[in-house]
């Protein structure tokens, strides 16, 4: 999916939500487990219920490859669900030598035809290039994450800036708005509004509501942009709103909390054209 297509989603679905599928075998409702993949049938419902609120879905790797074969039988059969027209992000956190690399990109974006991955910038230039030769694909930059652990490195002082700003202004040498979004933490609010006047173009994508405790609304009145420029990702406070037999309609009950929400901010704060 190109940039346009994705401004166009947003302003007909008057959504920037991303449900992240972090599917956890031992939290889905118990009805579950007797079906041949408990893991899919999960998805399918929690999609089925949600696919009209949100504009992507993000699959967290690490959910499914820590179950093996099946894991990753429940992410192809998940991704292949997906309508098309809905933004897809393999969110992988990958990042190698050169070549190493080129085989993450083609595992999600030929593979298991993604939209896009994440990837965590530390390996530097050579290891994020590959990603973005992939036409119409996007490389999803770790920039300034939502967890504790961010003051560690990322916010350390490196000259006159933080470390998070010199990976960002690099990586903008490297790609363009057309195939490089960043990560960007809800929980990181006092950096967000500085972040977006440094970074004015490029989507973000914003992990940390809900669970983490971010704001929506702190998050769109800071660092939405002209096209909106934001996928904002809940995971458990969506996909694990219920428990029983109606979980699907807890998840989509939550989803349109986020949406509602959405759709206001949408409608004063971005220009006309959305
Ligand atoms: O890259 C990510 O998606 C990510 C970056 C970050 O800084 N913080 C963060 O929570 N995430 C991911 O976003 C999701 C957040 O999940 P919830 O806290 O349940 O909404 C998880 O899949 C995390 O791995």
Redo the contacts with the bound molecule.
Sequence with gaps: MNRQELVNLIKEKQSYLCV?L?TDITKIPKHLLSHADPVFAFNKAIIDATKDLCVAY?I?T?FYECMGIRGWESLQRTVEYIPSGIFTIA?A?RGDIGNTSTQYAKTFFDTYNFDSV?VAPYMGKDSVLPFLQFPEKWT?L?GL???EG?QDFQLQQTGDEFLFEKVMKSAMEWGTPDNLMF?V?ATQSSQLGYIRKMVPDHFF?V??????GGSLQEISTQAMNKDCGLLV?????IIYAGNGEDFATDARNAALQYQQEMATYLSQMVSSEI
Excluded: C, E, H
């Design positions: 992240g972090d993000k967290n690490a969110d956190k994440t999803i770790l994450t939502s967890n961010s990560v933490g994508l992990p940390g509501v809900g669970a983490q990702n809940a995971s458990r406070a």
